[in-house]
């Protein structure tokens, strides 16, 4: 990075818009306000941390378009992101650093000013659009009831998952936490970040969640339905195993060598369909019964 860019992400205080240095994210989504560990593996990556650190400043987050771009450049984020607060590091044996990050607020690419060793761009803040109102409210309880509804069904989602949505102190967090949370593809959790109108980032993680409850809901009746039909296989199973007990007990004895090969004889003689059916009806009669009806 270039002496004039250390001093503009230096001097961001004095400037309206900031000059952050800029963290390409292939698989994580940093909401604000919430803390997320986060690795890194790459050279660059990790001096920019160190750089961050040493200077105190805010880096910004940003999701790759495609998380397969080994040195995304600045074509391959996405333009609105987040600043972060990096609050702790750790290094590993294995050359990875692993750090605790603190997301503040929604950011946007205004332009990039620098990008070696990593990209910096000078982004802007942005404000949320938001109303108190009825809606908003009736959005609120309607989306704490599809959450609800989602604990009782997701096996991945804790009581301190639950307790911490309902203590939510306003919806733009609440929206962000749940989403965060959700088990939804990285695009959708994009796509929430990228709303800024409250309202409809609530309307889109409700439609979320109860698309995820319906999956959830056909999951388990699958489940429930292969679990009712192993059961029967079971039980047929085990009648069958009485009956040849029982069977042994009267001294009728196994007569299923019998069976294959009246069942042989039908096959090879290859009559016509309807007597071959007819025969087969008679067969399984026949298999049935005791041998003293027969």
Sequence with gaps: MTMDTKEKINN???????????????????????????MIQDVEQTRL?????MRGSRIGLFLQKDPNVENPGTDDIYEI????????????????????????SRIKIKKFVSNTPYLAAEVEELEENTTDN?????FQRNLMDAVKNLGLLAPYLTEEFHISAVNQDAPSKLVDYVASNL???????????????????????????Q???????????????????????????????????????????DDSSEIGEFERKIKEAKMPKFSEEAAR??????????????
């Design 49 to 53: 941390v160190d750089d961050a650190l």
């Design 12 to 38: 961001n205080k004095k400037n309206s818009n900031q000059v952050v240095s800029i963290l390409p994210l292939k698989s994580n989504i940093v909401y604000p306000y919430l803390v997320v560990p986060l």
């Design 134 to 138: 009825v809606r908003m409210e009736a």
């Design 281 to 294: 009806k008679e067969l399984d009669r026949l298999s049935h019964m005791a041998p003293s009806s027969a």
């Design 211 to 253: 698309k995820e409850i319906e999956v959830l809901q056909l999951s388990q009746q699958i489940q429930e339905k292969a679990a009712s039909e192993l059961g029967k296989t079971q039980r047929d199973y085990i009648l069958r195993e009485q009956l040849k007990a029982i069977k042994k007990e009267l001294g009728h004895g």
């Design 183 to 209: 088990n939804i593809s990285i695009e959708q959790k994009q796509k929430i970040l990228q709303e800024l109108d409250i309202e409809k980032r609530m309307q889109n993680l409700y439609q979320m969640l």
């Design 81 to 104: 992101g987040t600043s972060g607060n990096i609050l702790k590091m750790l290094r590993f044996p294995d050359g990875s650093v692993r750090f605790l990050i603190q997301g503040l």
